[in-house]
């Protein structure tokens, strides 16, 4: 991906917030598979059910937000 970002002529700040969008969507709809749903359903001592409602909604909307966020940035700037 660095290479298309490159040649795509973005400024420093373009690039700063495809990083970030790349970033965002990198945590999005993690669950199982991911050590941080296993250490807060056990750290709050939720079962997986519950950990599934609540960590992987969290990771979603942090995802969501942070693409949203990056995308007016792009614009913007």
């Given amino acids: 991906m ?3 970002v490159a040649a795509a002529g ?3 700040w373009q690039i ?3 990083v970030l ?3 965002a969507g990198s945590v999005g709809c993690s ?3 991911d050590s941080g749903f296993w250490l807060v359903g056990r750290l709050l001592n939720m079962d997986v059910p519950t950990t ?4 992987t909604v969290n ?3 942090i995802a969501l937000i942070g693409f949203a966020l990056s995308s007016v940035l792009f614009v913007l700037v």
């Fill in 21 to 23: 969008a790349t970033a």
């Fill in 52 to 55: 599934l409602k609540t960590w």
């Fill in 16 to 18: 700063t917030c495809v």
């Fill in 10 to 12: 973005f400024s420093d």
């Fill in 2 to 4: 660095a290479p298309a």
């Fill in 31 to 33: 669950h199982f598979n």
């Fill in 59 to 61: 990771q979603t909307l």
